[in-house]
């Protein structure tokens, strides 16, 4: 694939990662999603 997509897909594999913490015993008090700053850093890579 292409690396923009790769970018896309390792942001969403983080924010699962993220969402699931508490699987592996770690805790996550608090994080957000900002698709703006994700577009951008996609961009970036282009």
């Known amino acids: 694939g292409c690396i ?5 897909v ?3 594999e983080l ?3 993220l969402q699931r913490a508490e699987e592996f015993g770690i805790q ?7 698709f703006p ?3 951008k850093r996609k961009d ?3």
Do not use: E, R
């Open 15 to 17: 924010l699962n990662n």
């Open 10 to 12: 390792s942001t969403a």
């Open 37 to 39: 700053a994700v577009m």
């Open 4 to 8: 923009p997509t790769k970018a896309l």
């Open 28 to 34: 996550v008090k608090d994080y957000s999603f900002d």
């Open 44 to 46: 970036m890579i282009t």
